[in-house]
């Protein structure tokens, strides 16, 4: 196999390294001798900047979301006609790679990558002109509204109820692990328009203000003490009908709706790959003070996962490849899905045993904290990543019925 850039996307690829270096801000330039996570998380990172209490981080936030909005790389997928970059699949795997490798975030969250091509496909001229371009530019940030308490890998059986009242619907119900609840602007939900029919054909797509009177957005914390999710309440909330995204009771298909986007998951291998470089670089050099006295069984775990690192970027080229011939990962989205997160897992876990006892110090402040405590941090919120966005027991059902053809049951 050639992974190599043609002469088009090597420059393609150079066009995105010097936006990046004359464009991110400074503060979300990696520190020497600071570490950078997996990402930004729903706790932090650019959605968090524009809803802060400091004027610099707001000013922050604004000032990279300008500055990609000019380049129409907030939704590099997009079409061009709706705001969009309208990148080909592997145009979208550069810019990711590139942007994992600057450690930049992201701007726009579900509101690119759900709620826009949503409305794209499905939604009316008016919605589209209303909602779009706030995506666009920053200006608007949206959670979702899908998992309720009984609820979640068997999303279908939800229960929140929305019912017909002349022009509005009122609803009524809970949603939990509602993700970025606390620092969106608009909510965008799957409930129950007809509880007689197949729960399947019985559930409505719709939008709505944050603010709307009746919903409630509580804090979960989680078990890192940090405000990641929510749980939403809605009592009697009311909700005009024009926010019905497509047809009512055909909310299930407008919920899964996307577009032909880049989904390698390679920011998450080249993220995976840094933070194991930071490790390596400080043990050799600050960090000696800090390392283990057993080290070498964590040595050898370190080139595991080095190795492992790499299979994962080989499982990005190759479901990239898939995109690029204009198929559909199926399986093989399963496949990466499972290794990446439990790799995740692993790394965490390698990385905080490599300092021994000072890995349990949790104050990133502390001097006996190596790298700022980032990998205890890490250790702890990797648990749910082999839980969220399909379990790794469903992926695996996954991978056995369609990668390996076995039968059901």
Do not use: C
Request: aromatic share 10%.
């Amino acid at each position: 196999m050639d992974w190599s850039d043609s002469p088009e996307q090597a420059k393609f690829r150079q066009e995105v390294r010097t936006f990046i270096q004359q464009k991110l801000p400074e503060p979300y330039r990696p520190k020497e001798g600071e570490a950078t996570g997996e990402g930004e998380g729903f706790a932090g990172g650019w959605q968090a900047d524009r809803k802060s209490t400091d004027p610099q981080r707001v000013a922050t936030a604004q000032q990279w979301a300008t500055a990609l909005a000019d380049r129409g790389w907030i939704a590099p997928a997009w079409p061009k006609e709706y705001g969009g970059a309208g990148l080909s699949t592997i145009e979208q795997f550069i810019y990711n790679q590139e942007m994992a490798e600057a450690a930049a975030p992201s701007v726009g969250g579900m509101g690119v990558s759900m709620l826009g091509p949503t409305l794209i496909v499905h939604g009316s001229p008016e919605q589209k002109q209303e909602h779009l371009p706030r995506i666009l530019s920053g200006e608007v940030a949206w959670a979702q509204g899908y998992s309720e308490p009984g609820a979640g890998s068997d999303l279908a059986s939800l229960q929140t109820r929305a019912v017909r009242d002349g022009d509005e619907y009122v609803i009524n119900g809970q949603k939990i692990w509602t993700s970025g609840a606390h620092f969106a602007d608009w909510l965008f939900a799957l409930v129950r328009t007809d509880p007689e029919a197949p729960k399947h054909r019985g559930i409505s797509f719709m939008i709505m203000d944050i603010k709307t009177p009746g919903l409630t957005v509580r804090p979960l914390i989680n078990m890192g003490w940090e405000h990641g999710f929510n749980e939403t309440f809605f009592e009697d909330v009311r909700v005009p009908a024009k926010n019905l995204v497509g047809e009512e009771n055909r909310g299930w298909y407008v919920g899964m709706t996307l577009l032909d986007f880049e989904r390698s998951g390679i920011a998450g291998a080249v993220s995976y790959r840094r933070e194991l470089g930071q490790t390596v670089g400080f043990l050799k050099d600050k960090g000696k003070n800090f390392r283990r006295q057993d080290f070498n069984t964590t040595r050898l775990e370190m080139a595991d996962r080095a190795i492992e690192t790499e299979v994962l970027f080989n499982f990005a080229f190759r479901i990239v490849t898939i995109q690029n011939r204009g198929l559909v990962p199926n399986y093989e989205a399963s496949v990466n899905k499972t290794f990446g997160s439990e790799l995740h897992q692993r790394l965490s876990r390698t990385q905080s045993k490599a300092w021994g006892l000072y890995g349990n110090v949790w104050d990133r402040s502390s001097k006996y904290a190596p790298l700022q405590a980032a990998h205890i941090h890490d250790y702890v919120g990797s648990v749910p990543h082999s839980i969220f966005s399909g379990s790794n027991e469903i992926q695996r059902n996954v991978i056995a019925t369609r990668g390996l053809g076995l039968p059901r049951g």
